[in-house]
């Protein structure tokens, strides 16, 4: 109780106050905006610094506002147009106001504004990018602030807040994932802050850094105890710390010439695709399999899928252009699947068709038991074969072996595995004579690559055995707590890109070198945005 009380007296004061320094970017002054009035809008044409989104009745020769990635490039942009003095940005819409006269001067939320002197030093020829949706910002807002309010005041989180075996708590593990997320976004956040401002408040970053180490204490101690002390100071200091967060500007940070890099990928740099038939669309990028077979990079899941909605959303797939169709044993929706490809008309040849063996139980008849699923899916082979996941090891090394004969034969063309980790991946590749060439794996970008969190890098380690990495559930929170469709970060980069929300982690995980499986339902417009996705977009995302 004291702790709460010290904290929350501490924070009352805690706030973005108006920048003073003449450098940039303590120069910038927060929740300020200067409003044209009808008098102080510098009109201009804007053109001539490549304005093109966002103009004033969507005409970039008359206005005095445009859209720009960043605050610094506003502000360069200001000292690029004559008569501007003054500027004003909104985080919220990317959107640059220029002025004649700080006249107009009104607090408000969500915006910075500065002289046409306060501007990143030497930044000027970076505002000319600002307006492009294609050409990826220099700088960016990054809500911090807000990712940690959403994080902490997620609903599944509070059953825990009792400790564990409280009623509702069934993923202690999970809501304490939930809580480094929203700890490390806090830190960042208040790192963020000027030097002046967090100095007055060290008291309060005490408390920030508290909470970081209890988290951490958890994770080398994980016992009730330590779950307990780390949500309990956890909550404290967010609940006293709510009303700072939900007005807290995002914290403008540099995007580095060149991606910082992926050494478990070629050159330790983010994917590059090429562009194929189409223009380089997701739909007709295909991913290079190490027995020399080709796969669709993006693949539609069908998981959760049953009857008629798995009907309906699979002949919808493939309508819009997907042709990477992955199903399994306990999917139970084998047949559907096979129906909805069947009534698509699209030949056989121009599919890439993968389902699992999902039931250890029946390894020793897996023969019969694909003879099934090939009669279920309409096909007389499969592209790709999957154990659906690992199992005890004799019987396991069995099934191998009959998934070897049935590759031999031509049956299955591609053989691969389901929910290995390095570890069992490792066991297995001991003993088999034809090598796994997939692994599909939970992704988020939360934990990449990986089904829960390790020290070994399922990325890494795929990239080290030419293996490739299919990434399901990417926008889909399970088996976590956190959802990242509705993540502050990741609306904010589908905004600067107009996207939706969903293909921002989706271009994570393409940028990571992971292909992934998308699973929407068949109204959703996702579907044919995905598919039309310009790889150059999916690596600007994925830069970020």
């Known amino acids: 109780r004291w702790r709460a ?22 120069c910038q002054e927060r929740d300020v905006v200067f409003r044209h009035a009808h008098v102080y809008g510098l009109f201009a044409d804007l053109t001539a610094i490549e304005a093109k989104e966002g103009c004033w009745l969507s005409d970039c ?11 610094g490039a506003c502000g360069a942009a200001c000292a690029q147009v004559d008569g501007c003095q003054f500027w004003s940005y909104e985080f919220a819409i990317r959107k640059c106001f220029l002025r004649k006269s700080d006249a107009g001067r009104e607090a408000a939320k969500g915006f910075v504004s500065g002289a046409v002197r306060c501007r990143p030093p030497g930044d000027t020829a970076t505002a000319t990018a600002a307006s492009s949706a294609v050409e990826p910002p220099t700088r960016v807002p990054v809500p911090f602030a807000r990712a940690a309010a959403f994080a902490a005041g997620l609903p599944a989180l509070r059953p825990c807040d009792g400790g564990v075996g409280s009623p509702g708590c069934d993923n202690p593990y999970g809501a304490m994932g939930v809580w480094r997320y929203a700890v490390n976004n806090l830190r960042l956040a208040v790192a963020g802050l000027p030097e002046a401002e967090r100095l007055q408040h060290r008291s309060t970053l005490g408390y920030v850094k508290q909470i970081a180490d209890d988290v951490a204490n958890f994770y080398r101690s994980p016992t009730a105890e330590s779950f307990q002390a780390a949500v309990g100071n956890c909550r404290a200091v967010f609940d006293a710390l709510s009303g700072w967060l939900s007005g807290a500007l995002p914290v403008e940070v540099a995007l580095p010439a060149q991606p910082p890099g992926a050494p478990h990928l070629p050159g330790g740099r983010s994917a590059s695709l090429s562009e194929g038939e189409g223009g380089g669309d997701i739909a007709t990028a295909t991913a290079d399999l190490a027995d020399g077979r080709r796969m669709p990079l993006v693949g539609f899941g069908t998981w959760q899928l049953v009857g008629q909605q798995a009907y309906d959303a699979t002949i919808a797939a493939l309508r819009s252009g997907y042709r990477h169709i992955d199903t399994a044993q306990a999917y139970m929706n084998e047949r559907e699947v096979g129906l909805a490809i069947r009534d698509s008309g699209i030949p056989r040849s121009e599919l890439f068709i993968a389902t699992k063996i999902s039931d250890p139980s029946e390894y020793p008849m897996l023969d019969q038991r694909l003879a099934q699923q090939l009669e279920a899916l309409g096909t007389e082979y499969l592209d790709l074969y999957m154990l659906h996941g690992p199992s005890e090891k004799a019987g396991q090394e069995a099934a191998w072996r009959m998934l070897e004969a049935l590759h031999d034969r031509g049956i299955v ?18 003993s088999v004579r034809i090598k796994p060439v997939y692994v599909q794996n939970k992704m988020s970008i939360y934990t990449p690559g990986e089904q829960s969190n390790g020290d070994v890098s399922m990325l890494a380690y795929a990239r080290e055995h030419g293996i490739a990495l299919m990434g399901y559930s990417v926008i889909n929170p399970w088996p976590a707590m956190l959802p990242p469709m509705e993540d502050p970060h990741v609306r904010a980069i589908a905004d600067r890109y107009g996207r939706s929300a969903g293909l921002a982690p989706l271009g994570f995980a393409v940028g990571r070198g992971c292909d992934p499986a998308v699973r929407l339902s068949h109204t959703d417009r996702r579907e044919r945005e995905v598919v039309r996705l310009p790889v150059v977009g999916v690596g600007h995302a994925s830069a970020e």
């Open 413 to 430: 063309r591609s053989l691969g595995v389901s929910n290995f980790g390095p570890r069992e991946l490792e066991d297995l590749l001991a």
């Open 5 to 26: 009380f010290v904290v929350a007296a501490s924070a009352a004061s805690l706030h973005c106050g108006v920048g003073q320094s003449g450098t940039w970017p303590s």
């Open 61 to 71: 020769t008359n206005t005095d506002k445009f859209i720009s990635a960043s605050s």
